[in-house]
T-cell receptor
Framework: DSGVTQTPKHLITATGQRVTLRCSPRSGDLSVYWYQQSLDQGLQFLIQYYNGEERAKGNILERFSAQQFPDLHSELNLSSLELGDSALYFC????????????FGPGTRLTVT | GENVEQHPSTLSVQEGDSAVIKCTYSDSASNYFPWYKQELGKRPQLIIDIRSNVGEKKDQRIAVTLNKTAKHFSLHITETQPEDSAVYFCAASEGKAAGNKLTFGGGTRVLVKP
C-alpha cells in the first residue's frame, strides 16, 4: 500500500458523459500527478499540482481538467467522454521540491461504452 | 520534451538467470531515473531509482546503472524468481523546472519460467 488513495476503483459510463476521479495523496505530500495508462499509449503524464497550484501540464486534452483542494486531495474531471478515453487513470504523489520519488495510487479503471 | 526508449519489449528468462532492461533518454537535463514494477491490473510500484550524480545503485537482487554521457540507464535483476514476472517501466524526470513529471518508457514484460 503506497498511502495514495483513489476513488472510484471502476467507472463505466457512456460516450458524451462527464466523470470525476478523486485522489488523496500520502500524508505530508504536496504534489499530485495524474497519469493515463492505455494499452497503446503506455503511461502518459497528464498534469501536476503542487500545494493547490498547477505546476506542469502534459498532453492533457482540453476536455480534461483537474484541481487540487486546500486539503491537498485532487480531482480529475473528464468531460464529453469518447471511447478512446477508456484507460486506467493513476494519480501519484511526492514530497516537496526537487526530483523526488512518486508513489502511485491503485488507479481508476474507466470504461466508456 | 523528454523521450524515453525502452528495450526489450518482452523478456523471457529461466528462473535463477539474470534479466537486463535498457533505457535511453533524450534530454540531458533529466536528473532522476526511477524504475517501476507493475503487476497485472495493479499500480506501478517504485522498486529502485538513481539520481544523475550516481553511477550505480544496488538493492538486494536489483541494481541500476546510469551512463550520463551516453544517456542510458539499465535495470539488472539477478537470480530471478517467478514473482519477478511483471511489466517493468523505466522513467526519466527533468527535475523541478519541468515540475518533476515522469516520462516513461514503453515497458518490458518480463516472464520468469520456473
Amino acid at each position: 500500500d503506497s498511502g495514495v488513495t483513489q476513488t472510484p476503483k471502476h467507472l463505466i459510463t457512456a460516450t458524451g458523459q462527464r466523470v470525476t476521479l478523486r485522489c488523496s495523496p500520502r500524508s505530508g505530500d504536496l504534489s499530485v500527478y495524474w497519469y493515463q495508462q492505455s494499452l497503446d499509449q503506455g503511461l502518459q503524464f497528464l498534469i501536476q499540482y503542487y500545494n493547490g497550484e498547477e505546476r506542469a501540464k502534459g498532453n492533457i486534452l482540453e476536455r480534461f481538467s483537474a484541481q487540487q483542494f486546500p486539503d491537498l486531495h485532487s480531482e480529475l474531471n473528464l468531460s464529453s467522454l469518447e471511447l478512446g478515453d477508456s484507460a486506467l487513470y493513476f494519480c501519484a504523489s511526492s514530497a516537496v521540491g526537487g526530483a523526488h520519488e512518486q508513489y502511485f495510487g491503485p488507479g481508476t479503471r474507466l470504461t466508456v461504452t | 520534451g523528454e523521450n524515453v526508449e525502452q528495450h526489450p519489449s518482452t523478456l523471457s528468462v529461466q528462473e535463477g538467470d539474470s534479466a537486463v532492461i535498457k533505457c535511453t533518454y533524450s534530454d540531458s537535463a533529466s536528473n532522476y531515473f526511477p524504475w517501476y514494477k507493475q503487476e497485472l491490473g495493479k499500480r506501478p510500484q517504485l522498486i529502485i531509482d538513481i539520481r544523475s550524480n550516481v553511477g550505480e545503485k544496488k538493492d538486494q537482487r536489483i541494481a541500476v546503472t546510469l551512463n550520463k554521457t551516453a544517456k542510458h540507464f539499465s535495470l539488472h535483476i539477478t537470480e530471478t524468481q517467478p514473482e519477478d514476472s511483471a511489466v517493468y517501466f523505466c522513467a526519466a524526470s527533468e527535475g523541478k523546472a519541468a515540475g518533476n513529471k515522469l516520462t516513461f518508457g514503453g515497458g518490458t514484460r518480463v516472464l520468469v519460467k520456473p
